[in-house]
Nanobody
Framework: QVQLVESGGGLVQPGGSLRLSCAAS????????MGWYRQAPGNQRELVGR???????TYGDSVKGRFTISRDNAKNTVHLQMNMLKPEDTAVYYC??????????????WGQGTQVTVSS
């Protein structure tokens, strides 16, 4: 089993910054990718950023140039630095991991979600 613990959500004014973190623990053999998705009321869940263990980091079009995703591989942690926040960034943000718990078992896990509200 894999557990994800998210932190860092909250209320921020437009133009402000927040940093989200997500730590993965449990049976982790190797990580394919870690990332963040978000879902606003009435909308589908959408990609915010995804950082693979090998390959190119990808971002959703609406956050490019404002958000930065990074990983601490030693701690199995992924961070999301969000700058120049806009009201339309308001959503529940979900941590996402794609990893192997054993050499032959690939598992997708979602965090419980953390609320980010951008409002004056």
């Amino acid at each position: 089993q894999v557990q994800l613990v998210e932190s860092g959500g909250g209320l921020v004014q437009p133009g402000g910054s927040l940093r989200l973190s997500c730590a993965a623990s449990g049976s982790i053999f190797s990580i394919v990718a870690m990332g963040w998705y978000r879902q606003a009321p009435g909308n589908q869940r959408e990609l915010v950023g995804r950082i693979p263990s090998g390959g190119t980091t990808t971002y959703g079009d609406s956050v490019k140039g404002r958000f930065t995703i990074s990983r601490d591989n030693a701690k199995n942690t992924v961070h999301l630095q969000m700058n120049m926040l806009k009201p339309e960034d308001t959503a529940v943000y979900y941590c996402h991991t794609d990893l192997y718990t054993t050499p032959g078992r690939r598992v997708i896990t979602w965090g419980q979600g953390t609320q980010v509200t951008v409002s004056s």
